[in-house]
């Protein structure tokens, strides 16, 4: 079976996620625990961050890497339009997925929970200890505002984060209008980066992340909330409901959640 190396609110895990249950694989979940885990999943692949897939002896790293990997190796229900503009639109929208949701959507979550400590105490998994959470939900704004600006999530590189993630979300919004699916009448991994990607600026409703029901459907205020996009969150939930398997239990190898991330 494969086995997906992952932390369970990596959005690039999400779309790695997405992409195994579009393909119908059957897969095992092993969440890396933050510091020690990722040390220990270094001496395995020679790789810190999440996600990796292994594939028998194989390990893959980098959602996009993983991505081709699985459309060569499962080649049923492909990833990339056989089209050639409409396959280099796809690759060139993945990457644009991944630069600009990805890296954004960070910033601006980042934001929301430095401003609601239940918020943040909402995004740990159930699975977390209740001393974990209330020393999470304890921790003032001030001091996660002061940590952002070390990291990059200053006040103006937020600000500048929802104004862009605005802009996309709008874009996105117009390509939907006359297609099911970002790039035509089937989908292809632009569709699956963007949906996975976006997972950060509104949850999904459903079983398919372990979260507690009360933030289910809900994420950062002014993007989430907004009408005007909701037509594009629409689209993913549609989007959920056709290709992602809900998570039956857990199937997490520690119930710890992750406080500081390094992604791709």
Not at 11 to 31: M, P
């Amino acid at each position: 079976m494969l086995e997906l190396y992952q932390f369970e609110l990596s959005q690039y895990s999400e779309k790695v996620r997405l992409i195994l249950d579009y393909k119908g694989l059957e897969y095992r979940k092993i969440e890396v625990t933050p510091g020690i885990g990722q040390v220990e999943l270094f001496q395995k692949t020679g790789q810190r961050q999440v996600p990796v897939l292994k594939d028998g002896s194989k390990y893959i790293a980098d959602s996009t890497e993983i991505a081709k990997y699985i459309d060569a190796q499962y080649p049923d229900r492909p990833l990339m339009p056989q089209d050639p503009k409409t396959r280099g639109l796809c690759l060139m929208m993945e990457e644009w997925a991944d630069e600009s949701i990805g890296t954004k959507s960070r910033k601006a979550l980042f934001s929301a929970i430095s401003k609601d400590q239940y918020f943040r105490k909402s995004l740990l998994p159930n699975s977390a200890p209740d001393v974990l959470k209330t020393l999470i939900e304890g921790v003032p704004g001030d001091v996660l505002k002061v940590l952002g600006v070390g990291v990059g999530y200053s006040p103006d590189a937020v600000k500048n984060a929802m104004r862009d993630l605005k802009q996309d979300l709008e874009a996105l919004t117009l390509i939907l209008e006359s297609s099911p699916y970002l790039l035509g009448d089937e989908p292809c991994l632009a569709d699956f980066a963007v949906a996975g990607l976006s997972v950060l600026l509104k949850f999904p409703d459903g079983d398919y992340l372990d979260l507690p029901a009360t933030i289910k459907g809900k994420g950062v205020p002014g993007l989430a909330d907004n009408p005007i996009y909701q037509p594009f969150f629409d689209w993913r939930d549609r989007l959920y409901v056709q290709f992602r398997k809900p998570i039956i239990g857990s199937t997490f190898n520690s119930p710890s959640a992750p406080t500081s991330i390094q992604i791709d």
